[in-house]
């Protein structure tokens, strides 16, 4: 092979048996996994990124790519004989990155490509030369760069309530105070006080300093997800975080089973008031240090507790009544291919549990939001399934919790 | 604006031309309302340089005379700029009234009285929807407060790399906005996502009574984010330097960041030195620290020079303001109103011990630098970092830059508006 004259000395022939030179390294073939027949190449460093290393034995010519060396070959008419490469046949190379802290280093892990490992140094152990003119983000391949900056600031970020942004920061920190991102999760609270009446101290939105976190949700809040007849899943498109609740196969007793709660935890928990704000004023007690003023809990409750009224109505409703206005809604859902995202099998009877489910805690204005929103929901829900709980990375923010109608949802509470 | 403070009779000064500065067209001396449109100025003092920067002329006569003592002048001046003052109209108007209530309280001694009034004001229109939109509204127009987020972000990720237990003490008023950007920087890195506590210390009245609905905010985008979360509020404090390990919930295992956007000017000048060596005995890994490029503090028995520092950096603001707000922006009002708060408590307020964290003596970059290299040595910004603020100031309109500090001054990075330094953003470390 015409590689083995190259002065770089990169290939096996040689060294076989013999003191390699420092950039060369001869691996027992039996330690390929995946191709044991594959010639295992270490590259030193300069010699992975050496753009010319194919050299030209007649003229010392060098070129990038072995295409273009012997195309240049065929220019020094050359006699058929020495055209061709030697005849012996060409082993399928694998190449392993030269930093010996990189798993790649092993020839276990090789790469097949050149090109693959070249990238793969550069990305991981490079330094970052090429940089977005927009974004200031940096590269250290010059390809990944250039992919980069044709779609750099060209993406658009959409809220729950509407509002397109072109900037990921003020996207990001648009959300976090969004009274849409609010109205999911109060639903969620508010599902739970019901559930959990008895329950009391437990608030997920204070944790008491210095107690051990464990990454995941507090108990009562998986409360919802509970299946109704044992192993469905009540899902609830509207809400991403929940259903990565679902991913963590946390189950409990449903709402809609326990119908029939006791009505004065009933009254109680549909306003909002009283257990979160004892549980609340506990809490902050622990929290705040020596001398410092509790924050003032009333302002908030006060706030909910208008919302509330502004619901009254709906909060009066008798179980029953809930039932029933939650089946009208769950008959107007659509697109149970949403459920298929989470290896559920689709049946009409759980899209409808499903609905029934977010029927309870929204006014109808909710279901055409279902409808309308569950299609980006697929996606975005897809992806979230994909990359699971807390470990999950990459998470793309955008169109993500592309959920609740914007505006017009008040859930059932008023409360958020 | 107390419009009410010249009644026509005491608005009759004849034309008299005090020293012979000025000129006095008394077309409207009956009415002592004063021209809400900037077409005002057609009855402007005919100032000899042309270049239509009359309130800051006019303001800085009027704290000479107030230092001199000079009561006819003073009450001269403060009627001149009532005349011609208005919250509502261009830049020089703005200024001159605000600068006009903050003088007059000077003259009067009624400065404490005046600040209380103003702030009782404010927190009673104050909510959670109301201080969201605003603040929100000015990070989206302008990089002012976004800078120091993300430089303090990069220091703090940084030097947290690695750690699982973070615990962050949040020490101001920017309602926690700094944070969802580090929470998903957190959520998206590409090792295990560590947990993290937040405990925010607030001192303005103003912002304790939203923290809870902002906690509650913080706590669901965490869970959005996938980051585990704890979030703590402390409050209440009469001064930070009451501020111990216990009180914030430290732990042993707990790697901290303290975090101080515009905290240091809040406390009194000579406690600073105090509190700096109380945050030094939290053990931090990192303290960021991000102040307002002024110096309100060094000319403190200078009222002239105090004055003329406060003319020069409110000049900037609200200059910066009417440049990066839409002409009838809401949002700009209130932050004009907010300044005329300082603006009071800077001139017209002794500094008494007791005060609820309200002092804002703000100091420059290398002043602080000085009082922070007692206890701690600076950290240089990373490449990255740095490369961050550079991609945050594209996305706004042109003016800003940003300039790192060289040599062993200091280990900051300035924000600068039109080349002239006016954020100061740092890291330090034990």
């Given at each position: 092979m015409a590689d083995g004259a190259i002065s770089h000395g990169f290939t096996q022939n040689q060294i076989a048996g013999s003191n390699p030179p420092p950039c060369c390294y001869f691996f027992p073939s039996s330690f390929m996994m995946a191709n044991p027949e594959a010639e295992v190449i270490a590259l030193s460093p300069k010699t992975l990124m050496a753009t010319n290393r194919f050299l030209c034995e007649i003229c010392g010519k060098g070129f990038q790519r072995d295409q273009n060396l012997q195309l240049h070959r065929r220019g020094h008419n050359l006699p058929w004989k020495l055209k061709q490469r030697t005849s012996k046949e060409v082993r399928k190379r694998v190449y392993v990155c030269p930093e010996k802290s990189c798993v790649h280093?092993?020839?276990?892990?090789?790469?097949?490509?050149?090109?693959?490992?070249?990238?793969?140094?550069?990305?991981k152990h490079g330094e970052k030369k090429w940089k977005c003119e927009k974004c200031a983000k940096r590269y250290a391949v010059q390809s990944d760069c250039k992919a980069h900056s044709k779609t750099c600031g060209t993406r658009e970020y959409k809220c729950d309530c509407g509002t397109i942004f072109s900037r990921r920061d003020s996207f990001i920190t648009h959300r976090a105070f969004c009274d849409a991102l609010a109205e999911e999760t109060a639903r969620v609270n508010a599902a739970s006080n019901i559930n959990n009446a008895a329950a009391a101290g437990n608030n997920v939105n204070y944790h008491v300093m210095g107690a051990s976190l464990v990454p995941s949700m507090p108990p009562h809040l998986a409360s919802i997800f509970k299946p109704v007849q044992g192993n469905h899943r009540i899902i609830d498109s509207t809400r991403p975080e929940h259903t990565l609740w679902m991913n963590q196969e946390v189950y409990t007793d449903p709402i809609i089973s326990c119908s029939n709660p006791p009505p004065s935890d009933y009254q109680l928990s549909w306003v909002l008031g009283n257990k979160d704000a004892s549980s609340d004023a506990e809490e902050l007690a622990s929290v705040t240090g020596v001398g410092s003023q509790l924050v003032s809990v009333p302002s908030l409750f006060s706030t909910q507790t208008l919302n509330v009224s502004h619901h009254t109505p709906s909060a009066n409703m008798s179980a029953t009544a809930l039932l029933q206005k939650a089946a009208q809604i769950g008959a107007t859902s659509s697109d149970p291919s949403f459920l298929g995202s989470f290896g559920v099998k689709c049946s009409s009877n759980q899209v409808q549990d499903g609905n029934k489910y977010c029927g309870l805690y929204g006014t109808s204005s909710i279901s055409t939001g279902l409808g309308s929103d569950v299609e980006s929901s697929v996606n975005d829900l897809s992806t979230l399934n994909q990359l699971q709980m807390y470990p999950s990375k990459r998470r793309h923010i955008q169109n993500e919790d592309c959920t609740t109608t914007g505006g017009q949802t008040r859930d059932f509470l008023g409360v958020g | 604006m107390e419009r009410t403070l010249f009644t026509p009779k005491e608005a009759r000064y004849p034309n008299n031309q005090s020293n012979g500065h000025y000129q006095l067209e008394m077309q409207s001396t009956n009415q002592p309302q004063s021209s809400?449109?900037?077409?005002?100025?057609?009855?402007?003092?005919?100032?000899?340089?042309?270049?239509?920067?009359?309130?800051?002329?006019?303001?800085?006569?009027?704290?000479?005379?107030?230092?001199?003592?000079?009561?006819?002048?003073?009450?001269?001046?403060?009627?001149?700029?009532?005349?011609?003052?208005?919250?509502?109209?261009?830049?020089?108007?703005?200024?001159?009234?605000?600068?006009?209530?903050?003088?007059?309280?000077?003259?009067?001694?009624?400065?404490?009285?005046?600040f209380k009034t103003l702030t009782s004001v404010a927190e009673k229109s104050h909510s959670f929807d109301s201080a969201r939109k605003l603040i929100l509204k000015f990070q989206e127009v302008s990089p002012w407060t976004t800078f120091g987020h993300v430089a303090s972000n990069g220091a703090i990720l940084e030097s947290l790399e690695g750690e699982s237990k973070l615990h962050i003490i949040d020490i101001s008023d920017t309602l926690c906005t700094q944070w969802p950007t580090l929470l998903e920087a957190l959520a998206t890195r590409n090792d295990e996502t560590p947990h993290l506590k937040l405990t925010v210390v607030v001192t303005a009245s103003i912002v304790r009574s939203v923290m809870k609905e902002i906690s509650q905010r913080m706590e669901k985008f965490a869970r959005l984010m996938g980051v585990p979360f704890e979030f703590n509020v402390v409050s209440g404090l009469k001064s930070l330097g009451e501020l111990t390990k216990e009180a914030l919930g430290v732990q042993e295992d707990e790697a901290i960041a303290v975090n101080c956007i515009g905290a240091l000017r809040k406390i009194e000048v000579e406690e600073r030195g105090d509190v700096v060596r109380m945050l030094s005995s939290l053990q931090p890994r990192v303290v960021t620290v991000v102040e307002e490029e002024a110096d309100f503090s060094s000319s403190k028995t200078d009222f002239v020079k105090c004055f003329e520092e406060c003319l020069r950096f409110y000049t900037l603001y609200f200059e910066m303001l009417e440049e990066s707000f839409i002409p009838t922006s809401n949002e700009r009002l209130m932050l004009e109103r907010e300044c005329s708060r300082s603006m009071v408590r800077v001139l017209a307020c002794e500094d008494e011990k007791g005060h609820d964290g309200d002092c804002e003596r703000r100091e420059r970059g290398s002043?602080?630098?000085?009082?922070?290299?007692?206890?701690?040595?600076?950290?240089?910004?990373?490449?990255?970092?740095?490369?961050?603020?550079?991609?945050?100031?594209?996305?706004?309109?042109?003016?800003?830059?940003?300039?790192?500090?060289?040599?062993?001054?200091?280990?900051?990075?300035?924000?600068?508006?039109?080349?002239?330094?006016?954020?100061?953003?740092s890291a330090w470390k034990p």
């Open positions: 280093n092993h020839p276990s892990r090789a790469l097949g490509d050149l090109t693959g490992i070249k990238k793969h140094f550069c990305r | 809400h449109t900037s077409t005002s100025r057609s009855s402007d003092s005919g100032e000899p340089c042309g270049d239509g920067k009359w309130a800051s002329k006019l303001l800085r006569e009027c704290a000479r005379a107030i230092s001199e003592k000079d009561s006819t002048k003073i009450h001269h001046l403060l009627w001149m700029l009532n005349e011609l003052a208005s919250p509502y109209g261009d830049c020089d108007q703005k200024l001159a009234s605000y600068f006009l209530q903050a003088l007059f309280c000077k003259a009067t001694e009624s400065g404490q009285r005046c002043q602080w630098s000085e009082r922070l290299k007692e206890v701690f040595s600076p950290v240089g910004f990373s490449d990255d970092c740095v490369d961050d603020v550079k991609a945050l100031l594209k996305r706004y309109r042109t003016g800003w830059s940003h300039v790192l500090t060289q040599g062993d001054d200091s280990s900051g990075i300035y924000l600068t508006w039109k080349d002239e330094a006016v954020v100061w953003a």
